[in-house]
């Protein structure tokens, strides 16, 4: 589990931004993937891992160190994929 991420008592959450990607910033690339949470368990495997992008049609989640906050100009709309990235949410 991701928990480098987060502080103690923080538990990981996903935030979708359908249709956007960060470009240029995957460190891997994985095929075969059916779903967005078969690609955000690959990245909670990975201490580093800040988010990933998931392209339905083509089967591929690639996985990134980095989020739209470190890379902001590296945002971009693309309708083919969905973003997600870690965000970190106080246990109850």
């Known amino acids: 589990m991701n928990i480098a991420v987060c502080e103690t008592g923080e538990?990981?959450?996903?935030?979708?931004?359908p249709g956007h990607l960060l470009l240029g910033r995957s460190?891997?690339?994985l095929t075969d993937v059916t779903s967005p949470v078969?690609?955000?368990?690959?990245?909670?495997?990975?201490?580093?891992?800040?988010?990933?992008?998931?392209?339905?049609?083509?089967?591929?989640?690639?996985?990134?160190?980095?989020s739209k906050n470190q890379a902001p100009t590296r945002f971009r709309t693309d309708p083919e994929v969905d973003y997600y990235e870690i965000v970190c949410v106080a246990d109850r």
């Open 27 to 29: 460190y891997a690339i």
């Open 38 to 66: 078969e690609c955000q368990n690959a990245c909670l495997l990975d201490t580093l891992c800040r988010s990933v992008q998931f392209i339905e049609s083509l089967q591929q989640c690639s996985i990134s160190y980095y």
């Open 11 to 17: 538990r990981v959450s996903w935030k979708r931004y």
